[in-house]
């Protein structure tokens, strides 16, 4: 079948890979039917993590069962499922208590499993025709049967989640005003879920035009392009004082406001990065004892970091204010499960419909050309926002 191979830097490819079977009897394989990229996926593409090549690409995932192992009780072939990224047993201590994220069975020596990532176990991608899923009755999240809601449901195996656990994470309340520092899919995700929850009042952050628009348009956020100025005192301004909540929905390769400027491309680009630019603006736009949600990407180790410090994950984060200000933290991959049924119902309800955040579904052949046009978030006034790939 073919796959989205990782060949190295800025270079995917579409391989020829063998067919995944089913190796123990609690797995099934799906055919696929819908598979995202994601921009965790671009830390990879853009040779920022040790991810060697030779990974098929894929944690986004949804299909049918095509075949089931013996021991699997509640999935028949012919179901429709869509899978959170992460890859758990179901029975260890922090599956147990609802940490599906740090799984601690299924990635030996390491607490977490996911399909097609680096460091997150021996598992293939789903950027392919199939899949094989593991732990199936725990790991799948049934749908009903047809084709309706299709790029809403694919959601539902990351981004829309995340999105969501960042606004936990942060403990957002009905009526509190919340920061969200990125409007690429995990942070548009993040305000649209402010949004259902009750927000009062929501600032969007980030310089993609196109992304602080649907950030407007969908999730009712304030945009605040951060090419205009400091982001920090843009939001302090118009909501005239600090904010409650914060989210950071971008990670380590954070653009510094400080050095970027209207015109440039929306590429990361390291030479311009401050990978603690984030958090340090949202301990200084979030109010004295008010909490911070980062599902935002950190990594222990970078070959392309713009520093040593940061090569080894090390932030220059202002923890003296933290302190003093009696701000909480949460970080972490999301522990999909948490949340994928009840958004699922609400999407089945039409009380939430993500689907706006897919701005391109194309055929699997074109997913080289798509990592290279995402990659630059924004190019001759195409907006690239989510990509869905169909094999
Ligand atoms: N915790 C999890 O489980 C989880 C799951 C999915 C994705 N992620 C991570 O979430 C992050 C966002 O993912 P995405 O798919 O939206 O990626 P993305 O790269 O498409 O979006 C990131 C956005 O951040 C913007 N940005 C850069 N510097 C900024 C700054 N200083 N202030 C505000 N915005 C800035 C960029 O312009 C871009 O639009 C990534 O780090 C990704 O790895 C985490
Ligand atoms: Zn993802
Ligand atoms: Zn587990």
Excluded at 32 to 43: E, R, V, Y
Excluded at 61 to 76: H, K, P, Y
Aim: charged share 25%; aromatic share 8%; glycine share 10%.
């Amino acid at each position: 079948m073919n796959a989205v191979v990782y060949q190295g830097e800025y270079d995917v490819t579409i391989e020829e890979v063998n067919e995944p079977e089913i190796e123990h009897p609690n797995d099934v394989v799906i055919d696929i039917t819908t598979s995202a990229i994601c921009g965790s996926d671009l830390h990879m593409y853009e040779g920022r993590t040790a991810a060697e090549p030779g990974i098929v690409f894929g944690h986004e995932n949804m299909g049918t069962v095509s075949a089931v192992g013996e021991a699997v009780s509640t999935l028949q072939e012919g179901d429709r499922v869509v899978l959170p990224f992460n890859v758990a047993c179901g029975f260890c201590q922090n599956c147990e208590d609802g940490y599906t994220g740090f799984c601690t069975n299924v990635n030996p020596g390491f607490a977490g499993g996911a399909y097609g990532y680096v460091a997150m176990g021996p598992y293939k991608g789903g950027q392919a025709e199939k899949l094989r899923v593991p732990y199936a009755d725990f790991n799948a999240l049934k749908l009903p049967e047809g084709d309706e809601h299709e790029d809403s449901f694919a959601m539902l195996a990351d981004i829309f989640p995340t999105g969501w656990h960042g606004t936990r994470l942060a403990n957002l309340q009905p009526g509190e005003s919340v920061a969200v520092f990125g409007a690429g899919p995990v942070g548009l995700m993040a305000a649209y879920s402010a949004k259902i929850q009750g927000a009062s009042e929501i600032y969007s952050v980030d310089r993609v035009p196109s992304r602080l628009e649907l950030a407007e348009d969908h999730c009712d956020a304030h945009p605040i392009n951060f090419d205009d100025g400091d982001p920090v005192e843009q939001i302090i301004d118009e909501h005239g004082g600090e904010v409650d909540k914060g989210v950071d929905a971008v990670g380590y390769q954070a653009l510094d406001p400080a050095e970027t400027s209207k015109g440039d491309d929306y590429s990361y680009q390291p030479a311009k990065e401050n990978p603690a630019v984030v958090i340090n603006s949202l301990i200084k736009v979030v109010r004295p004892t008010g909490e911070l949600g980062i599902p935002g990407l950190y990594v222990p180790e970078d070959p392309n970091a713009p520093d040593d410090m940061a090569a080894q994950g090390r932030l220059g984060i202002d923890f003296g204010k933290l302190f003093e200000k009696g701000q909480k933290l949460g970080t972490g991959q999301c522990n999909v499960k948490a949340y994928n049924s009840e958004l699922r119902d609400m999407i089945i309800e039409g009380r939430a419909d993500p689907s706006w955040v897919v701005s391109h579904r194309v055929g699997l052949d074109e997913a080289p050309e798509m990592y290279e046009k995402f990659d630059n978030r924004e190019a001759e006034d195409e907006a690239i926002t989510k990509v869905v790939l169909e094999p």
